[in-house]
């Protein structure tokens, strides 16, 4: 019998916080370097119309073409700074979604789940409905697959709407991903067919077999190292 429980992820907890604390300690830092250079270009500018004024009293036409040209010009580097800013929020809320993922991945018994599968299934001569039997008979079990199937489920939809950055879960996961689609697969396939529905663990199918031929599910770019 497979003894299936929810552990409580402390210590991969704390490892998560750490890593969003230095992340949002980058992005304070990148915050402020660039207020700074943007506290400095206004310094410049209010000085340099100054002494045009001061220098220049009889082309003021010049003088206002300048400030409006350079006033363009700040307007622009603001711009360019929200923009900056939104993509790394962006980006970062990506990256964190991909840890809330991992949160729960370590919540579950994987690894136990992993090692008894490699154990006591061989999935390459045994008929989907026997590997469907298996599993059910054994309530235990059966809940840790499904439990595992449908977070990589959710996984893929959350790659698929970018929620979650697809290069950061590859990387986290991709290689558990591939030995749970080719070990439930069969399980997959006769439990589409005793309830009528193709689409039971679609996403995850889409997911695993993207990644297993090297191509990334959102964009459909060749994966690389």
Same mark, same amino acid.
């Given at each position: ?5 929810? %552990?409580? *992820? ?6 998560? &916080? ?18 700074? $250079? ?33 006033? *363009? ?13 939104? $993509?790394?929020?962006v980006n970062h809320d990506r990256i964190s979604g991909c840890f809330k993922f991992m =949160?729960?991945?370590?919540? !579950? ?10 154990? &006591? ?5 045994? %008929?989907?409905? =026997? ?15 499904r439990t595992t199937l449908n977070l990589y489920e959710e996984i893929s939809v959350a ?7 697809? %290069? ?6 991709? =290689? ?11 399980? !997959? ?32 770019? $060749?994966?690389?190292?």
């Amino acid at each position: 019998m497979f003894s299936f429980r929810i %552990k409580s *992820g402390y210590s991969f907890n704390l490892a998560i &916080n750490e890593l969003r604390i230095i992340k949002d300690k980058q992005m304070d830092t990148l915050r402020f370097t660039l207020k700074l $250079k943007f506290l400095y270009l206004l310094v410049l500018l209010f000085a340099v119309f100054i002494v045009l004024f001061i220098t220049l009293p009889n082309n003021k036409d010049l003088v206002i073409f300048s400030i409006t040209v350079l006033g *363009g010009l700040a307007a622009i580097y603001s711009a360019f700074f929200v923009a900056l800013s939104i $993509k790394q929020k962006v980006n970062h809320d990506r990256i964190s979604g991909c840890f809330k993922f991992m =949160e729960r991945h370590s919540n !579950i018994d994987l690894q136990k789940l992993k090692s008894y599968l490699l154990k &006591n299934f061989n999935v390459n001569d045994v %008929k989907p409905s =026997e590997i469907f039997e298996r599993i059910v008979v054994d309530e235990d079990l059966h809940t840790a697959v499904r439990t595992t199937l449908n977070l990589y489920e959710e996984i893929s939809v959350a790659i698929q709407f970018e929620f979650v950055d697809e %290069k950061a879960m590859y990387k986290l996961v991709n =290689e558990v991903t591939i030995i749970y689609y080719n070990n439930f697969k069969k399980y !997959i396939t006769e439990f589409r067919e005793r309830n009528n529905n193709p689409t039971i663990w679609i996403e995850f199918t889409k997911l695993a077999t993207s990644w297993e031929q090297g191509i990334y599910l959102a964009t459909k770019r $060749k994966i690389t190292q």
